[in-house]
């Protein structure tokens, strides 16, 4: 997954170093594709241009978009946007919100975009206490409550482990689930995702599922 947050990483760019990357791994007879993609920032131009056909689509032709959001405090137009691109045939899903900090103090702006269909994809890092407790503890209370739908390397540079076999195995042990490893390939594949009733986070929900 390549991040855009402007026209530098455009469609063409994508697809030349994904070309270039694929023919290494074959020419090194290593036993893996990488798909195109894009994690594009949330920002006012993207709604005042409302060119979402130019955005790259999971695996290109799936209706699967990832959304970054921006640092806190979150503009008034997130909704908006993620509004009108479901208007246009889009599934957007929200990157990492749990390290936002704004969807930290205000869990409740999530839960009301999951409710309404957007899909969230947490870190595997976030999952296995890579970047602290405190973050670790708000992605298992998204998990618990619905609010999680993937689990993703978020690995955005050389030299970092990507972690997403133990997070898998630790969402399973915890919660005896693996809808978020199934939803990827399904994400992949253009297919449905499977989605549970989302639940606003509470310490009464909490003390049932971690019991």
């Known amino acids: 997954m390549i991040k855009s947050k402007d026209s530098f990483n455009n469609r063409q760019r994508i697809y030349a170093s994904i070309d270039e990357f694929n023919e290494v791994l074959r020419e090194e007879g290593i036993p893996l594709q990488v798909l195109p993609g894009q994690e594009t920032l949330v920002s006012n131009d993207l709604l005042e241009e409302r060119d979402f056909m130019d955005l790259l689509a999971v695996n290109t032709n799936t209706s699967y978009l990832y959304l970054e959001l921006p640092v806190n405090p979150l503009p008034s137009y997130v909704k908006q946007l993620i509004r009108e691109m479901q208007a246009?045939?889009?599934h957007p899903v929200i990157?990492?919100?749990?390290?936002?900090?704004?969807?930290n103090q205000q869990p409740e702006?999530?839960?009301?975009?999951?409710?309404?269909?957007?899909?969230?994809k947490i870190a595997a890092g976030s999952v296995i206490g890579d970047f602290g407790g405190k973050i670790r503890?708000?992605?298992?209370?998204?998990?618990a409550s619905n609010l999680a739908h993937f689990i993703?390397?978020?690995?955005?540079q050389s030299g970092k482990?990507?972690?997403l076999l133990k997070a898998y195995q630790e969402v399973?042990?915890?919660?005896?689930?693996?809808a978020a490893y199934n939803?990827?390939?399904k994400m992949v594949e253009g297919a449905v995702v499977i989605r549970e009733e989302p639940e606003r986070i509470g310490r009464k929900g909490l003390k049932k599922r971690f019991a």
């Open 88 to 90: 246009s045939g889009f």
């Open 109 to 120: 702006f999530l839960y009301e975009l999951v409710k309404n269909g957007t899909l969230v």
């Open 152 to 156: 993703g390397s978020n690995n955005h």
């Open 95 to 103: 990157a990492s919100p749990e390290k936002n900090a704004y969807v």
């Open 137 to 143: 503890k708000f992605t298992q209370q998204l998990i």
């Open 183 to 185: 939803n990827s390939w």
């Open 172 to 178: 399973g042990k915890q919660f005896g689930n693996q």
């Open 161 to 163: 482990g990507f972690g």
